[in-house]
């Protein structure tokens, strides 16, 4: 049901030596290559030569920041908006009492 991997801790403050751990898991790996790799036989029309792909590096990407006047005009339009909530919500809290009400029932009722 479990399988167990040593991983390679953090190191201490002030130290270069690793702590390493042993770690219980659900996780099942396999190899992901082809039944024709294992066999040698490259022309087989019995197993595609397909495999996984290969992670050499990890990379990140940096993205451009949009300029001065797009960061303006979206900043603008988000206090707009939140404004325009902030007005609408007020407006529909005062009047809930008249724009919520079902008109069937007195408002003196007493169940």
């Excluded at 898991?25 to 082809?34: D, F, G, L, N």
């Excluded at 797009?70 to 407006?91: A, D, F, K, P």
Aim: with cysteine.
């Amino acid at each position: 049901l479990y399988s167990y991997f040593w991983a390679q801790g953090a190191a201490p403050p002030n130290s270069t030596e690793r702590e390493g751990f042993c770690v219980r898991s659900t996780v099942r790996w396999s190899k992901a290559i082809s039944p024709a790799f294992e066999l040698n036989d490259y022309t087989s029309s019995n197993y595609s030569t397909w495999t996984e792909s290969r992670w050499k590096e990890i990379k990140g990407r940096i993205f451009l920041v949009a300029s001065h006047d797009l960061e303006m005009l979206t900043l603008g339009v988000g206090i707009g908006v939140l404004l325009t909530s902030i007005l609408l919500t007020y407006i529909i809290s005062t009047k809930a009492d008249i724009l919520f009400s079902s008109g069937r029932e007195p408002t003196t009722a007493t169940y």
